[in-house]
């Protein structure tokens, strides 16, 4: 049971990049998916959430310029990232997303990160 | 927006009891997470629903939430106890998913 990301690495601001999750041991058809980020020496930032019937959620420092969307036959999460910023710099997580209830929300498998760092 | 406050860092010897608050408006009325995350590695989930535990988490680790603030309780604290906690909530009136600034635990 696990996710991993790939498809970090080193960018110019404004470039873009496409992050890929790939999930084993579950199928994320059924799942809610997101990604979370988190810049070095900081905290944890929620990025974007892909909920049930398509519906996504994104945090109001990327909207319009990130894109949360899935394969379910390859059964992977992708992040397209677009016009990067150097305050996009950060360890970018993929979490399966349970819940038990409407509202209610939590993060219970985390993969290990992949890094993007935004520089000239 | 919603914020959730913790505090910066929380000190305990081991074997005492730890606890670690997450402060927000009416946090009561949501259902708070919390995380634990080791040097160099990802985010682990400790606590879910305010006071539920996902298997392979040790009973010393608990949940309360309450009016405005929810707690983390590190019973017996041990030295691999020592990491950065996060507590985390659903907006709905924004749909945002929001963490609290995390919280340093170090022991003595």
């Known amino acids: 049971l696990q996710v991993v990301e790939t498809g970090g690495g080193l960018i110019q601001p404004g470039g873009s990049l496409r992050l890929s999750c790939a999930a084993s041991g579950f199928s994320i058809s059924g799942k809610y998916m997101a990604w979370v980020r988190q810049a070095p020496g900081k905290g944890l930032d929620w990025v974007s959430f892909f909920y049930s019937g398509g519906r996504t959620y994104y945090a109001d420092s990327v909207k319009g310029r990130f894109t949360i969307s899935r394969v379910n036959s390859k059964n992977t999460l992708f992040l397209q990232m677009n016009s990067l910023r150097v305050e996009d710099t950060a360890v970018y997580y993929c979490?399966?997303?349970?819940?038990?209830?409407?509202?209610?929300?939590?993060?219970?498998?985390w993969g290990q990160g992949t890094l993007v760092t935004v520089s000239s | 927006s919603y914020v959730l406050t913790q505090p910066p860092s929380v000190s305990v010897a081991p074997g005492q009891t730890a606890r670690i608050i997450c402060g927000g408006d009416?946090?009561?009325?949501?259902?708070v997470h919390w995380y634990q995350q080791k040097p160099g590695q990802a985010p682990v989930l400790v606590v879910y629903d305010d006071r539920d535990r996902p298997s392979g988490i040790p009973e010393r680790f608990s949940g309360s939430n309450s009016g405005n603030t929810a707690t983390l309780t590190i019973r017996t604290v041990e030295a691999g106890d020592e990491a950065d906690y996060y507590c985390q909530v659903w907006d709905g009136s924004g749909d945002h998913v929001v963490f609290g600034g995390g919280t340093k635990l170090t022991v003595l």
């Open positions: 979490a399966r997303v349970e819940t038990s209830r409407p509202s209610v929300f939590w993060f219970d498998l």
């Open positions: 009416n946090i009561g009325s949501n259902s």
